[in-house]
């Protein structure tokens, strides 16, 4: 079996409309086929250079290589979860958490409530572009909230369970400059099976 050396844009757990009206299909086209996709480009492009130069012996720039490539990596990893971690409303989107992260959320905040009004203040607040998160703390296996800026590929000991796409690109379609309204009905596409699954995932190590 051959393994491609390169990267390629996943394809969407749904079909581009699914996820209407927290957002609409030329919203997450957009999103989807242009941003993500840019980034998958973006990644392969640094491979390409690295590839030619140990190819022809040439020197490079390794630290902007290395900057651009985790960049680009990051935004591929961070997108692909996003998508992942959302689903049509009523049907895998929405509700609350239930299971071993319900649980989870309720120890730690008190209540699924305040869990939300958190997560919402951590994206409204979030500067510049970024993301909020919930991640496991594998230091103390908590659930906590972070602030992700671009990509983030520095959030070692957090695994990342859950992420909202916070850059203005990801709503400014549906929503121009109320990013408060985007992250409100964020909740109405929420896929908690997949975070459930993720939190599984990352207890186990
Ligand atoms: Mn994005």
New binding site residues.
Partial sequence: MTVSKMYSLPALPYDYAALAPALSEEQLRL?HNK??QAYVNGANAVLEKLDNARKGNIDLDMKSMLKELAFHLG?NR??TM?WENMAPAGKGGGGAPEGKLGEMIVDEYGSFERFKKEFTQAANSTEGSGWAALTLCLGTMRPLIMQVEKHGVNTYPFKIIMVL?V?E??YYVDYRNDRAKYVENFWNVVNWDTVNKRLFEALKK
Wanted: no cysteine; net charge negative.
């Fill in positions: 999103h941003h993500h935004g961070m997108h996003f796409d850059w690109h990801a």
